[in-house]
Structure formats: structure tokens, C-alpha cells
């Protein structure tokens, strides 16, 4: 008999395979970067260029790619921003993870549909599937550009990533087998080496980022506009430099105003709080259950620094429900997360409504614009990043108790903007955390119970929040992890089938030799 090989020889290939993979996505995610410093278009198409390149003969290589430019690229840009006159201008420079996701996905598509990459019907129902909301989106997105071209692109962006992302995810994990412990823990260990390095030595965290420039740049419309002076007069808070700048309410929530906790709000590598928080909060999740259990205790504190309530209540809600998913299956946890999650959205809107909270005030919003126009207003109309923000008059809409467009909700954004069609996208999202789910109870994979469980605390997030849905570290990540996983179950579904037809022919064959 053979003996099996050390453990140190079979980790040494995965580790090998890890390096590698960190070190291309690594330099494929700073070059781009520092190509526009140079030339534009040269940077573009280097990134479409080097990702399509990437698709073909490093697939496997794609999700630490596509990972680590979502979670790393705006730390290049700030130390990129010295050569910027104004924010504005970083961001063509933040736009080249999207690009990078684009031409791995056009690629992909490519090569499937010219039948030079095979996949199984159940991947095909998965493709098929979230398909239908590229298409539901385009639909609006077409019908938005002539009102407005730049929100209806931003838009069809933000609803279409998260779609893209998945695609690749079971796609590429269906044809190969990952390394994606080993990619989780290397991920989620950068990432809690940069909280703690900014928690700690926040002022040296600025010098190794340039973080100072890019926050100076970040602030300078609000300087101009006179905001830190009204803020000031109202609040008795001078900030007197980007610290203060970046300080905030813990949790940044009414409810915890009266405890006078201000802390500074962890940006993380990608210089986004929410951004940051969600990527935390599903890499430790993640994490935890490939089987890792020091890194994630030692990351979770961070997201009390990030203030990030959606993320904590979405590792919070997925960590209960996958512990209960290990006694119990069947439909009563599906049930009963989905019930805590209707309590939840209820105290949430009931206490957002008497206060006065934005949030709540632009989901109504959102919903009062689908009452008056049930088939949609179009891409582009409405969202925080197709409204003049800063001209809103939250004082009136507090009065109103209603803001009259949809801002600050995912869900009241999208309801808004595709009217009953968001409808159907809410559905395909909930489709397949109930597939994730029927697998889970067949095969006791605790990665399922969690791709169940993200997606449907992220969309109740997506109430209260529109990062929660069109922030790619949130759902676009969740969907990802997702992806990938399905993907996983998949290519070891295909190889047992494989295994028992070879196990069945070769029966045949010594029954006619005998």
C-alpha cells in the first residue's frame, strides 16, 4: 500500500499556488493605477487587456484578482492622489477593478457560448437565472439614458456587478478546485493587519497611504461649501483636521446618541467604511466556516472601530444561523431568519420613522415613487449618486415625514427606478439563497447555510442602507462567496456522478469478461 504524503508536502503546492495567485493579482491591481498616472487609455487597456488575458490562462488565478482589487485598489489610488487637482479626478482611477471584472466576465461569456468551456445544467439554470436581471436592467437603463446618462450608467453598473461577480464565482469554481481557505485566510489576515495598523497608528497609517492628501482632497468641497462651520455652530464640533474629519457617532445611530461615544471610523484599505465593514464582516464569516477560528475572533473587534451597524448586524445574523443550522434543517430556520428579519426591519423603520432618520425617509421615499408610478421612474432617477445630495432639505422631508425621491435605500432606489420589475430582482436574489439552502440540507456544507443567510440579511440591509446593495464589498462580495461555493458543490457533484458512471463501466466490463 502507498503511503500517503506528509502534510507539509501537500500544503507546500497550495502555498505556492497562493503566492503566486496574490502576487498577479497584486500587480494587476496597482499597475492600472499607476498607468493613468501616464495615460488614461493606456490604463484602460491594460486592465481589460491583462484581465481577458487572466481569464484565459490563469482562471484560476481570478478570484484572489478580483478580490484583492476590490478590497486594495483605493489604497493605491490615495497613494496616487498627490497628482490630483480635485476627489473628482480619483475616480476614472477607482473604475479599473470594474473594468478588471468586465473583461474577466466578457471572456468567460465568450468561451462558454463558442462552447470552449462546458458547464453542467445546473450551472446553466444559475447563469440563466441571474441573467434575467441584466436584462430586467438594461431595459431601464436604456429607457434612462436620455434623461440622465450618467445615473443610469451608474446604476446598471451598481445592479448588473453584483450579477457579474457571481457569474464568475460558479463558473470558475465548477471547472477548478480552489485553494479558497487558504485565499480566505490571506485575505481576511491583510485586512485585519491593516484595521489594527490604522486603529493603532492611525497617524502612521496616513503617512503609508498618503491618506492625508487623499482625505484633504475628500474634504475640500465640504471646507469650501462651509459645512464644518455649520456643523460647528450645531453640534459645538470644530474639526480641525482629517481625524475629526473622520470622526463619528458609534455606529453612526440615533439610538446610541446620548451615549456621547465619537470615535474615528476605520476606512480600511479601500478608504470606505461601510465598504470595509462588509468586507470584514463576510471574509470572517467565510473564514470561519472553511474551518478557521483564531483569525476571525481576533478580526471581529474591528468592526466595533468601523461602525458599520449593517455589517455587524449581517455577521451577527449569519453567525446565529449557520450555529443553528448544525442541529436543525428543514424549513424552520429559513423561516425563522426570515421572521427575525421582518422584527428587525420593523423596529428599525418604527425607531429611523420617529426620529426623523434618513434612511427610513428615502425608503418611503422610494416606495411613495412606486405607488405613483408602479412600472418605474428609470435608471439614473434618484440614488445618492445620481441626486445633487448635499442640495436635499432633510428638514423639510422630516416635516413631510417622507423625502420626496429615493435616497439612502437600496430597496427604495430600486423600486423606484424599475418600479414592479425590482420586484423580480428581489425574487432571483431570494431564489438563490433558497437553492443555497435545499443544498445545505443534502450535503451539510456550512459555506451554503452562510451564502442562505448573507443574502437575505444584505437585502433587509439594503431597507435602510444603498451601500448595502450596490457597494461591491456587500452584496457584490456575498454573491461572489456564493458563486463560488455553488460552483464548489457543483464540480463535486459532477465528479461523483463521473466517479459512479467509470464505477458502473467497469462492472460491465469484468461481468462480459467473466
Not at 490615495?78 to 471572456?107: E, H, N, R
Not at 428599525?348 to 427610513?360: A, N, P, Q
Amino acid at each position: 500500500m502507498q503511503r500517503p504524503a506528509p502534510a507539509h508536502q501537500s500544503l507546500a503546492p497550495r502555498v505556492v499556488d497562493l503566492a503566486a495567485s496574490a502576487a498577479l493579482a497584486f500587480v494587476l491591481t496597482a499597475l492600472p493605477v499607476l498607468i493613468h498616472l501616464i495615460n488614461p487609455s493606456a490604463a484602460i487597456a491594460f486592465s481589460l487587456v491583462s484581465a481577458c488575458a487572466a481569464a484565459l490562462y490563469f482562471e484560476r488565478a481570478t478570484p484572489m484578482i478580483i478580490l484583492t482589487s476590490y478590497m486594495f485598489q483605493t489604497m493605491f489610488v490615495a497613494m496616487a492622489s498627490s497628482y490630483a487637482a480635485q476627489f473628482s479626478d480619483l475616480d476614472s482611477m477607482k473604475a479599473y477593478d470594474f473594468v478588471t471584472t468586465v473583461g474577466i466576465w466578457l471572456t468567460m461569456a465568450a468561451r462558454i457560448l463558442a462552447g470552449r468551456i462546458v458547464v453542467s445544467p445546473f450551472v446553466w439554470r444559475m447563469l440563466f437565472a441571474t441573467t434575467a436581471i441584466l436584462a430586467l436592467a438594461g431595459l431601464y437603463f436604456v429607457a434612462g439614458l436620455a434623461m440622465n446618462a450618467r445615473g443610469a450608467t451608474i446604476y446598471m453598473r451598481n445592479i448588473g456587478l453584483p450579477v457579474l461577480l457571481f457569474q464568475i464565482g460558479v463558473v470558475v469554481a465548477s471547472r477548478h478546485r480552489l485553494a479558497m481557505r487558504e485565499t480566505a485566510t490571506f485575505l481576511l489576515g491583510l485586512l485585519t493587519l491593516c484595521g489594527y495598523f490604522e486603529l493603532v497608528a492611525p497617524e502612521y497609517w496616513l503617512d503609508f497611504t498618503n491618506g492625508w492628501n487623499y482625505w484633504d482632497l475628500g474634504s475640500l468641497s465640504a471646507r469650501d461649501s462651509g459645512q464644518f462651520e455649520t456643523a460647528a455652530r450645531q453640534t459645538g464640533l470644530v474639526a480641525t483636521g482629517v481625524l475629526d474629519f473622520l470622526k463619528s457617532d458609534i455606529f453612526n445611530t440615533n439610538l446610541l446618541a446620548g451615549l456621547d461615544l465619537r470615535l474615528v471610523r476605520l476606512q480600511g484599505p479601500n478608504f470606505h467604511p461601510i465598504s470595509f465593514g462588509y468586507s470584514l464582516a463576510l471574509m470572517i464569516a467565510f473564514a470561519a466556516v472553511q474551518g478557521q477560528r483564531a483569525l476571525p475572533l481576533a478580526a471581529a473587534p474591528l468592526l466595533l472601530f468601523v461602525g458599520a451597524k449593517g455589517a455587524a448586524t449581517l455577521l451577527a445574523f449569519t453567525w446565529i444561523f449557520c450555529l443553528v443550522a448544525r442541529f436543525r434543517t428543514g424549513a424552520l430556520p429559513l423561516v425563522g431568519l426570515a421572521a427575525v428579519m421582518a422584527l428587525y426591519a420593523l423596529f428599525v423603520f418604527r425607531t429611523g420613522l420617529e426620529s426623523g432618520d434618513f434612511h427610513v425617509l428615502g425608503l418611503i421615499g422610494g416606495f411613495n415613487g412606486f405607488l405613483t408610478n408602479p412600472i418605474g421612474h428609470t435608471l439614473g432617477q434618484g440614488g445618492n449618486l445620481s441626486t445633487n445630495f448635499a442640495a436635499l432639505d432633510w428638514s423639510r422631508f422630516q416635516s413631510a415625514g417622507a423625502a420626496d425621491t429615493a435616497v439612502e435605500s437600496a430597496v427604495g432606489v430600486m423600486i423606484y427606478q424599475m418600479g414592479i420589475a425590482a420586484f423580480g430582482v428581489l425574487a432571483i436574489y431570494l431564489w438563490l439563497a433558497r437553492t443555497a439552502w435545499r443544498l445545505f440540507e443534502i450535503l451539510r456544507a456550512p459555506a451554503l447555510a452562510l451564502a442562505a443567510s448573507s443574502i437575505v440579511v444584505i437585502l433587509v440591509n439594503g431597507l435602510f442602507q444603498e451601500e448595502a446593495l450596490f457597494a461591491p464589498l456587500a452584496l457584490g462580495l456575498a454573491l461572489f462567496l456564493a458563486g463560488l461555493t455553488l460552483g464548489a458543490v457543483d464540480r463535486r457533484i459532477c465528479a461523483e456522478q463521473r466517479s459512479a458512471v467509470t464505477r458502473i463501466g467497469d462492472l460491465r466490463d469484468a461481468g462480459a469478461a467473466a
